[in-house]
């Protein structure tokens, strides 16, 4: 594996992916339209860089030339706001993917791995959420997700094409800070003395899995011996209440007594979410090692330095 493509490579996963690969690929293509992202985050890497659309055919067929592997971050990952435009949020992750899809398979790329979610696909359902449960998605991003997930598997069996779909659970850590998540939105609030707003009564739970571990599962996929479409739930298979959270980060910041508004749930979220990550271990011998604690004491650091 000596060249690869990311795309969305300047997001918050793509940036510690990115850096967490550049010592180990030698050739590594970054795709960006920075609607979100930030180029300066991978600036000081020897990479190339591009500012294009996953839409954009030509563009894409470029940026696939000669790549062994594509790693597609590049999604609208924004739950409320596919609820209020649907159509754009399946244009950018089911239309989009299919569009890469499609360039990496006329370009002879062996390897396409995606970002995806558990969560938003397989909806309400007693945890953990595993591989083998049927999808229901709630909301229109779980939905879109789902279809990106279906055309892999389709490439798969119509074109030969090594396929994989990762399904992160809730991942935090540095370089958040664009993220609407519910631990960067809390640390931004905090940095700016905004009190922290709770949707529901606090009970609702997540999994909770920092970037690092993350990032080494990615690695552990693209030298794996995968054939055909694969499936993996990546998290830290440990479920944790939106209120336990808080008392963590209130520990963390020393900020004991910070307060916190409460609103009615939100149509389209899930109440219960934590992830069974039993078959990445034995595939992929993934074994998350940071603790909830030190992840969010290393990401509120990051948080202070960039302030």
């Known amino acids: 594996m000596n060249s690869i493509l990311i795309t969305g490579g300047c997001g918050f996963v793509g940036v510690n992916l ?7 690929i ?15 985050d991978v600036a000081d890497l020897d990479i190339d860089f591009v ?29 409320m706001d596919s609820i209020e435009d649907p159509e754009t949020n399946f244009d950018v992750n089911a239309a989009g993917t299919l569009n890469l899809l499609k360039q990496a398979d006329a370009a002879g790329v062996s390897r ?23 999808p229901r998605p709630l909301s229109p991003y779980g939905a879109s997700k789902l279809a990106a997930e279906g055309y892999c598997s389709a490439f798969a069996g119509s074109y030969n094409m090594n396929t994989v779909a990762l ?13 609407g998540s519910v631990i960067a939105k809390f640390f931004k609030n905090m940095l700016h ?82 992830t069974c990550i039993d078959k990445a271990k034995r595939t992929l011998d993934y074994e998350p090692s940071m603790n909830l604690r030190d992840g969010l004491q290393n990401t509120w650091a990051w948080f202070q330095s960039e302030t």
């Open 112 to 134: 396409f791995i995606t970002a995806s979610t558990g969560g938003a696909i397989i909806g309400d359902c007693e945890p953990p959420v595993h591989e083998d449960m049927v």
């Open 26 to 40: 030698p050739d590594i293509t970054v795709v960006d339209n920075l609607s979100t992202g930030h180029s300066e």
């Open 193 to 274: 003395d905004e009190p922290l707003t709770v949707y529901g009564d606090g009970t609702q739970t997540r999994d909770f899995v920092y970037t690092g571990d993350l990032c080494r599962a990615i690695q552990s996929v693209l030298f794996a011996d995968l054939n055909g479409h694969n499936v993996f739930n990546l998290g830290s298979g440990k479920e944790i209440t939106i209120l336990e959270l808080i008392e963590h980060m209130k520990i963390v910041t020393g900020k004991q007594d910070y307060p916190v508004a409460f609103e009615p749930p939100r149509q389209g979220e899930v109440y219960r979410n934590y």
């Open 51 to 79: 500012q294009a659309d996953i839409r954009d055919k030509e563009c894409m067929r470029k940026a696939v030339e000669g790549k062994d592997a594509v790693i597609h971050l590049a999604a609208d990952t924004r739950v």
């Open 18 to 24: 990115v850096r967490a690969l550049v010592d180990v």
């Open 167 to 179: 399904r992160f659970a809730n991942v935090y850590g540095p370089y958040s800070y664009h993220k």
